[in-house]
């Protein structure tokens, strides 16, 4: 019954900014960690930031410095603000949620394109 969506992929030029958003929806469970994940082509999907509900945050070291991951566990919602975006960020952005109910679970979105050109 869980669902996240993700919002706020597009292009933008290399360069530039772009934030993302997830909200889940449905019937909802007690949440102990969201995050982002990426699909770049030709690769495999890979974390990009996440946080848990206690706050710690982490984040791969190609994205360090330019990506923050912020929300609010409590009301479901996460957002990756993307910086000094660069054509090798070019992936499709998946947000996940773990969930508690139980068993412990990922809960995945759909997914949203982000492009950056050159």
């Known amino acids: 019954q869980m669902q996240l969506v993700e919002s706020g992929g597009g292009l933008v030029q290399s360069g530039g900014s772009l934030t993302l958003s997830c909200e889940a929806s449905?019937?909802?469970?007690?949440?102990?960690?969201m995050g982002w994940y990426r699909q770049i082509p030709g690769k495999e999907r890979e974390l990009v930031a996440s946080?848990?509900?206690?706050?710690?945050?982490n984040y791969a070291d190609s994205v360090k410095g330019r990506f923050t991951i912020s929300g609010d566990v409590a009301k479901k919602m996460v957002y990756l603000q993307m910086g000094e975006l660069t054509p090798e960020d070019t992936a499709v952005y998946y947000c996940?949620?773990?969930?508690?109910?139980?068993?412990?679970?990922?809960?995945w979105g759909q997914g949203t394109q982000v492009t950056v050109s050159s």
């Open positions: 996940y949620a773990d969930t508690d109910h139980r068993v412990i679970s990922r809960v």
């Open positions: 449905g019937i909802l469970f007690t949440i102990n960690g």
């Open positions: 946080f848990a509900s206690g706050g710690n945050t």
